[in-house]
């Protein structure tokens, strides 16, 4: 074929691109844009082939993957195209890519959006697991990176309420509550950490929540019985 006669050839291959329009021939219609698409010496042309080739990808071709990958390329080339932001936003949602709209976020975002879009997906999860996997990675962004320890503690007060067991929630919410001076807070998350302990770790948690107990609700005989 002439595509494959004279790959280099701008003017064949926007010919070639005319006539698989023309016959619906889409296979050979996105290989003559990726070609274009490396071609094309302005990058506003070669954001055009690559927009086409990324619509056609979804609409025609049923593969969203390599339509996201086309969407990925646009912003290398024009880094506020905002069709390719939003391709990119719903491609990750839609699929549960988590890890590549992390990644998306770190380069084109802000870290603050990012925990942001990780809560409001909250309410359009079922799955228990898949909750708590969002809800300790926006605590870990908004506590280590954010420096916002209030809104990690809503997060992690949130695993809880999911899976009052959940160990790392619990630890990672005493270290908060002490830093924010919460201590108020711990007798819940104490008990959580008395189940998986014993002896002199279990005797210093014991320990611990008594203290709670009488400096911060004057309960000394709740304390003295633990």
């Not at 603050?112 to 990780?118: P, S, V, Y």
């Amino acid at each position: 074929s002439l595509l494959t006669q004279q790959p280099e050839d701008l003017e064949s291959l926007r010919a070639l691109s005319t006539i698989y329009q023309r016959d619906a021939a889409y296979e050979d219609l996105s290989r003559v844009w990726v070609e274009l698409s490396r071609l094309e010496p302005e990058d506003a042309a070669r954001v055009a082939c690559l927009e086409k080739l990324a619509l056609l990808c979804q609409r025609r071709l049923d593969d969203e993957a390599r339509a996201s990958q086309m969407w990925e390329a646009i912003l290398r080339l024009e880094t506020d195209h905002s069709r390719a932001h939003a391709e990119l936003r719903k491609h990750f949602i839609t699929t549960r890519n988590w890890i590549g709209m992390e990644a998306y976020f770190r380069e084109h975002a802000s870290l603050e959006e990012w925990a942001r879009t990780l809560e409001s997906e909250l309410k359009h999860l079922d799955e228990p697991q898949e909750r708590i996997t969002l809800l300790m990675t926006a605590a870990t962004v908004w506590s280590d990176e954010l420096q916002e320890g209030r809104r990690a503690v809503r997060c992690l007060e949130a695993v809880l309420d999911i899976d009052p067991h959940h160990r790392d929630a619990a630890y990672a919410l005493v270290e908060r509550y002490e830093a924010l001076s919460m201590a108020g807070r711990l007798p819940r998350v104490l008990d959580v950490l008395l189940i998986e302990h014993e002896g002199e770790e279990r005797q210093t948690l014991l320990m611990a929540k008594a203290k709670v107990l009488g400096d911060h609700f004057n309960d000394w005989p709740a304390a003295m019985t633990l």
